[in-house]
C-alpha cells in the first residue's frame, strides 16, 4: 500500500518568490489496484508523480509503502513516462533488459522472459530494432515489457498513451490491462483523458489547479471492456466532465 501523506512541493521561482506546485495531497493506493489521477496542465499531476517515484524532494510531507519510508534503492518502482523512456541508442531489446543488468540480475533469464513478452506483445522480431525504427505503438510496448519485466512493487505512468492516435490508445490501454491483471501490480496513471481515466483507473481522483485534490472516486466501470461503447460509460464519463466543469477545471 502507497500512502501519500501530506506532501507539499514548492518550487522557488527567484530568490524572492516561490509557488506551490502540490499543497497537502493526501492520497492512499491500496497494494494491487490502479489509481488513476486526472486534472488539467499544470495541476501538479507530473509534479505528484515525480515525488512519489523519488525524483523530486516533497517540502514537506512524506510518501510510505506498507507504512516504511518508500525507498527507490529497495522497492523496484517502474516508471513510464509520456515519451517511452527509452534509450534512442540502444535496441528494443537492451532497453528491456536494462533494469535486470542495472539491478546486477541473471540476464539470461530476465531474456527469456523479455522473448515471452514480446511474443505475447505482438512484437517479437524486432528486438534489435531501435527505437526510432519502431513506431509509437510498438515503442509503447517495448516501454510496457520493460516495466513488467521488473516485476515492480510500484508502477509510475506518466501519460503513457497520450502520443498516440485514439485506435492505438485504446488498444495499448487493453494490452496494459491483460498484462496488469496477471500481476496485480500497484499502479499510480496519471491521464488527461477522462475515458482513459473510466477504463483504467479502480480509483479515480480529480486533481484541481493550485496542486490539490479535489475529490477521489470509486470507480465501478473499471476494466469493462464490453460497457466501453455503453450508455452507462458514456453517461459516466459526462458526469465526471461536469464535476471538472464545476470545479472549473478544463480536461
Request: proline share 4%; net charge neutral; charged share 20%.
Amino acid at each position: 500500500m502507497i500512502e501519500i501523506q501530506d506532501i507539499t512541493v514548492t518550487y522557488s521561482q527567484n530568490e524572492h518568490a516561490s509557488f506551490e506546485a502540490l499543497h497537502h495531497i493526501r492520497l492512499t493506493v491500496p497494494q494491487g489496484t490502479v489509481c488513476a489521477v486526472l486534472g488539467p496542465s499544470g495541476c501538479g499531476k507530473s509534479t505528484l508523480i515525480k515525488t512519489v517515484a523519488g525524483l523530486l524532494h516533497p517540502t514537506e510531507g512524506s510518501v510510505t509503502m506498507d507504512g516504511a519510508p518508500l525507498d527507490p534503492h529497495r522497492a523496484t518502482i517502474g516508471f513510464m513516462p509520456q515519451n517511452y523512456g527509452l534509450l534512442p541508442w540502444r535496441t528494443a531489446i537492451e532497453n528491456v533488459l536494462l533494469g535486470p543488468r542495472i539491478r546486477k540480475q541473471d540476464v539470461q533469464a530476465a531474456k527469456q522472459r523479455a522473448g515471452e513478452l514480446f511474443t505475447r506483445l505482438g512484437i517479437a522480431g524486432l528486438e534489435d530494432r531501435f527505437p526510432k525504427e519502431l513506431s509509437g505503438g510498438q515503442q509503447q510496448r517495448v516501454a510496457l515489457a520493460r516495466a513488467f519485466l521488473l516485476a515492480p512493487d510500484l508502477l509510475l505512468m506518466d501519460e503513457p498513451f497520450s502520443a498516440l492516435d485514439a485506435i492505438t490508445r485504446e488498444e495499448m490501454q487493453d494490452v496494459f490491462l491483460t498484462l496488469w491483471r496477471e500481476a496485480q501490480t500497484t499502479t499510480l496513471l496519471v491521464t488527461h483523458y477522462v475515458e482513459e481515466a473510466l477504463y483504467l483507473g479502480r480509483t479515480i481522483v480529480l486533481m484541481r489547479a493550485g496542486g490539490t485534490i479535489a475529490e477521489t472516486i470509486d470507480n465501478l466501470l473499471f476494466g469493462k471492456e464490453d460497457q466501453r461503447g455503453s450508455q452507462a460509460f458514456f453517461a459516466s464519463a459526462q458526469k465526471l466532465r461536469e464535476k471538472i466543469r464545476a470545479m472549473k477545471v478544463v480536461s
